[in-house]
């Protein structure tokens, strides 16, 4: 999508570690009309998936999701981050590692908000190792529930994550993929998307 492209070269910083800032669009400030043409065009490239609810996890994919479920006219969840899992069977629960905070984290959502009839579109901000959604696609199948497909705004093409999703037979769209960056002379190269 290139809009999101020209805002990642405008905006974005690349970091050591392979992290790119986009905190003043995406991750602290949200930039919601770009966010709204990013619903927009996950709305247009699942349009054939009978999808009827959205699933992120907290923090930073709940802004594009909700926005994106503007589109879907369907209800987001988004699973949370727990300190300590109290397992009385309410829960679906998974661990995620972050990326970013390099920590493990217990995620949950509640067994009332996702079942076997419900066709879920998983949304985040970014693919890097894809931890954070191989959890979010653990919980949907510990319900019984259909992967209809993954939305990812930011993803980086150069870890594992994208290609280990893929791998498993789900539809993976993501609005910019980055084949590279450099935090020395700040460069991006996208891959090319058709
Ligand atoms: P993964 O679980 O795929 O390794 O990492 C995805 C999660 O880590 C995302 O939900 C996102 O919050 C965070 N993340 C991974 N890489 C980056 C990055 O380069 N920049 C930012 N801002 N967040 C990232």
Redesign the pocket.
Known sequence: MKLLEERIRRDGVV?EG??????SF??HQMDIDLFNAMGEEFHRLFADRPVNKILT?EA??IGIAVITAQHFHVPVVFAKKAQSVNLDGEMYTTK?????HKRTYDVIVSKKFLSKDDHVLVI????????????LIDLIRFAGASVEGVGIA?E?GF?T?GKLIREKGIRVESLAIIDSMDAGTGEIVFREQG
């Not at 995620?96 to 970013?100: D, L």
Request: charged share 20%.
């Open positions: 970091k392979n992290i790119l800032k986009v905190d995406l991750n996890i930073s994919g995620i590692e972050s990326f970013t985040d901000d970014f693919l890097a190792n894809g931890c954070a959604v191989n959890g930011v980086k870890q994550g």
